[in-house]
């Protein structure tokens, strides 16, 4: 699955530096999370990044982009070209 940001996001900044893949940023109000690029830090980290730094918990994963951890990592692979 990707992850999504709610609408609880204070704007804090912190998320979209960690994202390894550039997945998140701004939108019209609050942070958002292109679920085309995010990979949860799949081939790059044990754990997603912007859920680790995020202050209120506001990231979880996004029930409408349903993907398994292999279809994760094909995904890393074709962002990354490895």
Same mark, same amino acid.
């Given at each position: 699955?990707?992850?999504?940001?709610?609408?609880?996001?204070?704007?804090?900044?912190? !998320?979209?530096? =960690? /994202? *390894?893949?550039?997945? &998140?940023?701004?939108? #019209?109000?609050?942070?958002?999370?292109?679920?085309? %690029?995010?990979?949860?830090?799949?081939?790059?980290?044990?754990?997603?990044? !912007?859920?680790? =730094? /995020? *202050?209120?918990?506001? &990231?979880?994963?996004? #029930?409408?982009?349903?993907?398994?951890?292999?279809? %994760?990592?094909?995904?890393?692979?074709?962002?990354?070209?490895?």
């Amino acid at each position: 699955m990707a992850l999504m940001i709610t609408d609880e996001c204070i704007n804090c900044d912190v !998320c979209e530096p =960690v /994202c *390894p893949n550039e997945a &998140i940023s701004q939108g #019209p109000e609050i942070y958002v999370i292109h679920p085309q %690029l995010c990979t949860e830090c799949v081939g790059h980290f044990e754990q997603p990044q !912007c859920v680790e =730094v /995020c *202050p209120i918990d506001c &990231i979880p994963l996004n #029930p409408d982009v349903v993907e398994t951890k292999v279809e %994760l990592l094909e995904k890393y692979q074709r962002i990354t070209n490895c």
